[in-house]
């Protein structure tokens, strides 16, 4: 997949490890990253270092794709990939993060957006999965807003955040459900 996606606000390029701080900072608000599955709160830099460098390698495996959302001053103001829960499965799944400072301004959407376009020309990704944790409401909302429908399904997954398992509802984007069919709206 491209290293770099550009939307009409937004780049979308690879992690670098000196994107390390700010991941610990923006990702380890408890407000965060208790609505991921993988971070943990407080997020020491250390392991954001790490998450970013085993990232790096399975981006090599082209089995996950994930990018550090930027603005155009390039400050890093959340993370958005794609990726597949095993080599084995067709379908990719979304997942994204916006520090708490950039709520508000579409960021999600929009860099959701450009990514799902880039995974559909550059892997094949007719089918694309999301899922969100029951109590996250803004979540929700951005995946209706980028086509995603609810697929009827629920799963237990548990969350570094929470110490404890919490429901998640899961989501699919139809293969013709795509950039130019989808409504512009960024907020």
Same mark, same amino acid.
């Not at 629920?154 to 955040?161: C, H, Q």
């Given at each position: 997949m491209r290293?770099?996606?550009?939307?009409?606000?937004?780049?979308?390029?690879?992690?670098?490890?000196?994107?390390?701080?700010?991941v610990?900072?923006?990702?380890?608000?408890?407000?965060?990253?208790?609505?991921?599955?993988?971070?943990?709160?407080?997020?020491?830099?250390?392991v954001? *270092?790490?998450?970013?460098?085993?990232?790096?390698?399975?981006?090599?495996?082209?089995?996950?794709?994930?990018?550090?959302?930027?603005?155009?001053?390039? %400050?890093?103001?959340?993370?958005c990939?794609?990726?597949?829960?095993? %080599?084995? *499965?067709?379908?990719?799944?979304?997942?994204?993060?916006?520090?708490?400072?950039?709520?508000?301004?579409?960021?999600?959407?929009?860099? %959701?957006?450009?990514?799902?376009?880039?995974?559909?020309a550059?892997?094949?990704?007719?089918?694309?999965?999301?899922?969100?944790f029951?109590?996250?409401?803004?979540?929700?909302?951005?995946?209706?807003?980028?086509?995603?429908?609810?697929?009827?399904a629920?799963?237990?997954?548990?969350?570094?955040?929470r110490?404890?398992?919490?429901?998640?509802?899961?989501?699919?984007? %139809?293969?013709?459900?795509?950039?130019?069919?989808?409504?512009?709206?960024?907020?």
């Open positions: 290293p770099e996606i550009n939307t009409d606000r937004l780049h979308l390029r690879p992690f670098r490890l000196e994107d390390a701080p700010v610990s900072r923006l990702a380890g608000d408890p407000d965060i990253a208790r609505m991921t599955s993988t971070v943990p709160s407080p997020y020491p830099v250390e954001a *270092e790490a998450w970013i460098f085993l990232q790096t390698l399975k981006n090599k495996r082209a089995v996950h794709h994930p990018r550090a959302v930027t603005r155009a001053d390039g %400050a890093l103001v959340g993370s990939g794609v990726f597949k829960r095993s %080599a084995a *499965e067709p379908d990719y799944e979304i997942g994204f993060w916006i520090g708490r400072p950039y709520w508000g301004a579409g960021y999600a959407t929009e860099a %959701a957006r450009g990514l799902i376009d880039a995974a559909r550059d892997l094949g990704a007719d089918c694309i999965t999301a899922g969100y029951e109590d996250n409401d803004a979540s929700a909302r951005v995946q209706a807003k980028l086509g995603f429908k609810p697929t009827g629920r799963r237990e997954l548990f969350s570094l955040a110490s404890a398992k919490a429901w998640v509802v899961e989501m699919a984007l %139809a293969p013709e459900t795509a950039h130019s069919g989808a409504e512009k709206e960024l907020s």
